[in-house]
């Protein structure tokens, strides 16, 4: 093959994440190339491994009706227009296009909360205050979800009553969940909307719907955690839930209908930002609504967690909404619940005044029993502890305690709903198949001048427990909440600071040659993954001899 050919590639041990990119010149310059210098200059950065140079040029001509017509569909007529179903699809589509998956989750969210602007949001209202966006367009969420899809999903999905599906009344101050055993069929489901007036509630309408999938999966690399959704059905005149608040960040799109919602304050400093969610409240525990609305089709409330809220059918309209949550346990005192025991433990094993024994009679003075008495003991023994706390800090494994977190982000976390083209260059599209006897199309040849780099900014993360070094991916995650076991594969000591050399450039592509490896064989080795001689990482290649079609 003449030149460099650029492509997408997937690295991966059961589809882990990185991708390659070879580049032709003479093919797909004006696609991929974005520099008009001399060959000569190309080809020297080619060599290095380092991307052409972005004239000022031709950065206009490219940039300025791409992000015009993205801003458009982000916040079209500023959040008022007439937009629909086709309209949140060219979005997605649009958003595959954009090179950076954190940019990408930006610009879902602009759109989510729009006319807002994201850094005001979280300037003034995140995790601070209720925020209602009223746009007067019925039409703007429409394609997330519907009741057509909710009645799809019921006909042709495994669908169970308490795992995907709760029926729920609320009625003269009294909650109750009316779930049978077993498969949720259409037949029972829509006879409890109908005649006893229940609303239904889908728990993760993301594990069923290729949108809702896509979206979230999208949102969750804005939020640095899992985003999850409900679908809410509830038949007009009637209330599912009793008045409650939850542990979560939560934005309610109204899709269809309208729907009366009433938003109360905490009801003390010590509920604000709870790490649970409340148990139901009577209507006399909450006080007067700071917050009393009617959300039609295309509005939007924003309630941060620890906001008690109820929401009741009009008698002319039914209600759908989602609910997209996050934020669930993502706290500094989730952070520190894992700083301070690593701590502790490291503080006992490296320094010898955590090892020193209680005073023989400090039973006689501390305690419950003992609080009330002066004597001063305790006021030396207190000290002693509040010391011994500020040493602590010394020996907190801060790096390994976010590692932790990290881990358990990802294993919350959706896989990435790839698009075609990035299906198309990875194993996912891999053209290796069986044909006239034999397997073909399996071949994999890797060159110096490969580009390769993550699929996605947030699919893979390095984690070391103190004696080995972990990658951590998404690609394989389940749709179904924690159905998989977390995914990852141990990393090599001479290979850490190439993978990292990988995770810190995205979202540029890198050289294989200019991977920071010792030898050519060890970059081959972070690019293939062949541990132990074993193909742990499939690769997909633009050549159709050795790799997947494009």
């Given at each position: 093959?003449?030149?460099a050919?650029?492509v997408?590639?997937?690295?991966?041990?059961?589809?882990?994440c990185?991708?390659?990119?070879?580049?032709?010149?003479?093919?797909?310059?004006?696609?991929?190339?974005?520099?008009?210098?001399?060959?000569?200059k190309?080809?020297?950065?080619?060599?290095?491994?380092?991307?052409?140079?972005?004239?000022?040029k031709?950065?206009?001509?490219k940039?300025?009706?791409?992000?015009?017509?993205?801003?458009?569909?982000?916040?079209?007529?500023?959040?008022?227009?007439?937009?629909?179903?086709?309209?949140l699809h060219?979005?997605?589509?649009?958003?595959?296009?954009?090179?950076?998956?954190?940019?990408?989750?930006?610009?879902?969210?602009q759109?989510?909360?729009?006319?807002?602007?994201?850094?005001?949001f979280?300037?003034?209202?995140?995790?601070?205050?209720?925020?209602?966006?009223?746009r007067?367009?019925?039409?703007?969420?429409?394609?997330?979800?519907?009741?057509?899809?909710f009645d799809?999903?019921l006909?042709?999905?495994?669908?169970?009553?308490?795992?995907?599906?709760?029926?729920?009344?609320?009625?003269?101050?009294?909650?109750?969940?009316?779930?049978?055993?077993?498969r949720?069929?259409?037949?029972?489901?829509?006879d409890?909307?109908?005649?006893?007036?229940?609303?239904?509630?889908?728990?993760?309408?993301q594990?069923?719907?290729?949108?809702?999938?896509?979206?979230?999966?999208?949102l969750?690399e804005k939020?640095g955690s899992?985003?999850?959704?409900?679908?809410?059905?509830t038949?007009?005149?009637?209330?599912?839930?009793?008045?409650?608040?939850?542990?979560?960040?939560?934005?309610?799109?109204q899709?269809?209908?309208?729907?009366?919602?009433?938003?109360y304050?905490?009801?003390?400093?010590?509920?604000?930002?709870p790490?649970?969610?409340?148990?139901?409240?009577?209507?006399?525990?909450?006080?007067?609504?700071?917050?009393?609305?009617?959300?039609?089709?295309?509005?939007?409330?924003?309630?941060?967690?620890?906001?008690?809220h109820?929401?009741?059918?009009?008698?002319?309209?039914?209600?759908?909404?989602?609910?997209?949550?996050?934020?669930?346990?993502?706290?500094?005192?989730?952070?520190?619940?894992?700083v301070?025991?690593?701590?502790?433990?490291?503080?006992?094993?490296e320094?010898?005044?955590?090892?020193?024994?209680?005073?023989?009679?400090?039973?006689?003075?501390?305690?419950?029993?003992?609080?009330?008495?002066?004597?001063?003991?305790?006021?030396?023994f207190?000290?002693?502890?509040?010391?011994?706390?500020?040493?602590?800090?010394?020996?907190?494994?801060?790096?390994?305690?976010?590692?932790?977190?990290?881990?358990?982000f990802l294993?919350?976390?959706?896989?990435?709903?790839?698009?075609?083209?990035?299906?198309?260059?990875?194993?996912?599209?891999?053209?290796a198949?069986?044909?006239?006897?034999?397997?073909?199309?399996?071949?994999v040849?890797?060159?110096?001048?490969?580009?390769?780099?993550?699929?996605?900014?947030?699919?893979?993360?390095?984690?070391?427990?103190?004696?080995?070094?972990?990658?951590?991916?998404?690609t394989?995650?389940?749709?179904?909440?924690?159905?998989?076991?977390?995914?990852?594969?141990?990393?090599?000591?001479?290979?850490?600071?190439?993978?990292?050399?990988?995770?810190?450039?995205?979202?540029k592509f890198?050289?294989?040659?200019?991977?920071?490896?010792?030898?050519?064989?060890?970059?081959?080795?972070v690019?293939?993954?062949?541990?132990?001689s074993?193909?742990?990482?499939?690769?997909?290649?633009?050549?159709r001899?050795?790799?997947?079609?494009?």
């Amino acid at each position: 093959m003449e030149g460099a050919l650029e492509v997408l590639i997937l690295l991966q041990l059961f589809s882990f994440c990185v991708t390659a990119f070879i580049r032709s010149l003479n093919q797909f310059e004006g696609f991929y190339l974005q520099v008009s210098a001399p060959q000569v200059k190309k080809k020297k950065r080619k060599e290095n491994g380092a991307a052409p140079a972005v004239t000022a040029k031709k950065k206009k001509m490219k940039k300025g009706p791409v992000d015009k017509k993205m801003m458009e569909q982000q916040c079209p007529s500023n959040g008022t227009g007439g937009v629909g179903a086709e309209v949140l699809h060219a979005l997605l589509t649009d958003l595959t296009k954009v090179n950076n998956s954190r940019e990408r989750a930006s610009r879902l969210f602009q759109w989510l909360i729009c006319p807002n602007q994201d850094k005001t949001f979280f300037r003034d209202c995140w995790e601070k205050k209720p925020l209602l966006i009223r746009r007067q367009n019925p039409d703007y969420y429409q394609g997330l979800f519907s009741t057509a899809e909710f009645d799809r999903i019921l006909r042709t999905d495994d669908v169970q009553y308490g795992v995907n599906l709760d029926v729920t009344s609320y009625t003269n101050g009294k909650r109750e969940t009316h779930n049978p055993p077993g498969r949720a069929l259409p037949y029972t489901v829509w006879d409890f909307y109908e005649v006893p007036g229940c609303s239904l509630r889908m728990l993760n309408p993301q594990a069923f719907s290729s949108t809702v999938w896509n979206v979230l999966s999208i949102l969750q690399e804005k939020f640095g955690s899992m985003a999850g959704a409900n679908v809410y059905l509830t038949p007009a005149g009637t209330q599912g839930f009793a008045p409650h608040y939850d542990d979560i960040e939560a934005f309610i799109v109204q899709l269809e209908g309208k729907k009366h919602w009433r938003v109360y304050n905490p009801r003390s400093k010590d509920e604000a930002l709870p790490l649970v969610p409340s148990p139901n409240f009577s209507q006399a525990e909450i006080g007067k609504p700071i917050l009393d609305v009617v959300l039609e089709a295309g509005d939007l409330l924003y309630l941060p967690r620890g906001f008690i809220h109820q929401g009741d059918c009009l008698p002319d309209a039914h209600s759908l909404h989602i609910t997209i949550s996050s934020f669930q346990r993502n706290s500094w005192g989730d952070l520190l619940l894992k700083v301070m025991p690593a701590a502790l433990e490291m503080a006992m094993e490296e320094d010898v005044e955590f090892r020193k024994g209680l005073p023989i009679d400090y039973l006689t003075f501390m305690g419950v029993q003992n609080s009330d008495k002066e004597d001063p003991r305790r006021d030396t023994f207190v000290s002693h502890v509040e010391g011994l706390i500020k040493k602590l800090m010394s020996y907190a494994p801060v790096d390994a305690a976010v590692d932790q977190k990290a881990r358990e982000f990802l294993h919350d976390c959706l896989p990435p709903a790839l698009s075609e083209e990035e299906k198309s260059s990875s194993v996912y599209g891999a053209s290796a198949r069986w044909e006239d006897g034999e397997a073909v199309d399996v071949a994999v040849r890797m060159k110096g001048q490969t580009k390769i780099r993550l699929i996605r900014a947030g699919v893979a993360r390095l984690c070391s427990d103190g004696e080995a070094v972990h990658l951590y991916y998404t690609t394989e995650n389940s749709r179904v909440y924690h159905k998989e076991e977390p995914k990852s594969i141990e990393i090599k000591a001479e290979h850490t600071d190439a993978v990292e050399f990988l995770i810190h450039n995205y979202p540029k592509f890198v050289a294989v040659a200019s991977l920071p490896c010792d030898s050519a064989e060890d970059k081959a080795r972070v690019s293939l993954s062949r541990e132990n001689s074993k193909p742990c990482w499939t690769l997909a290649f633009q050549d159709r001899r050795c790799t997947p079609a494009l």
